[in-house]
Antibody, heavy 116, light 107 residues
């Protein structure tokens, strides 16, 4: 069955960078939009970014635009989120999701903490 | 940006009771691009209902969705102990994709 596994989270200082990865299995990865969603501690869900199957259509939340970059490697079934200029407010659990009109498959999440 | 407003913020009920959760959009949303999600404490969210009324794979039939346009409802016909969680609505019609703020269903 479809499965998503995130990695790459950790503790980083403000202004630092981090690259999240998401390994997909159990479905034809290139057929689907993919998305990142985050959840700050004790808060609700916030959509971060999406990318289409070919990597040609991309969109970002205003809160991360210009700092985060989403990309994918369809040959390796991998989704990425490059996060630069990190701020304290980027502290959250980051979920990789498959976007099939709705977000129908979710990973278990990876935690990013931005603190000095 | 399409704002999604969920009500109530918290629903206090007992097992066996019926739960009715509401999600109102600031502008019309295609049902195809609308979903409900459940998140239990310490777990990732999971899709419950897509297309406003289609249960996702493995979701019990006590969960049902309805609505169209700007008003959507998630109904849990008879609450089981495992249903106490936070529920979110979400749209992916236009960017930015947005979530409601969540409804907590508690005992």
């Amino acid at each position: 069955q479809a499965q998503l596994v995130e990695s790459g989270g950790g503790l980083v200082k403000p202004g630092g960078s981090l690259r999240l990865s998401c390994a997909a299995s159990g479905f034809t990865f290139s057929d689907y939009f993919m998305s990142w969603v985050r959840q700050a501690p004790g808060k609700g869900l916030e959509w971060v970014s999406y990318i289409d199957g070919r990597g040609s259509t991309i969109n970002y939340a205003d809160s991360v635009k210009g700092r985060f970059t989403i990309s994918r490697d369809n040959a390796k079934n991998l989704l990425f989120l490059q996060m630069n200029s990190l701020r304290a407010e980027d502290t959250a659990v980051y979920y990789c999701t498959r976007a099939n009109y709705v977000l129908d498959v979710w990973g278990q999440g990876t935690t990013v903490a931005v603190s000095s | 940006e399409i704002l999604l407003t969920q009500s109530p913020g918290t629903l206090s009920l007992s097992p066996g009771e019926r739960a009715t959760l509401s999600c109102r959009a600031s502008q019309s949303v295609s049902s195809t691009h609308f979903g409900w999600y459940q998140q239990k404490s310490g777990q990732a969210p999971r899709l419950l209902v897509s297309g406003a009324s289609s249960r996702a794979t493995g979701i019990p039939d006590r969960f049902s969705g309805s609505g169209s346009g700007t008003d959507f409802t998630l109904t849990i016909s008879r609450l089981e102990p495992e249903d106490f969680a936070v529920y979110y609505c979400q749209q992916s019609v236009t960017s930015p994709w947005t979530f409601g703020q969540g409804t907590k269903v508690e005992i």
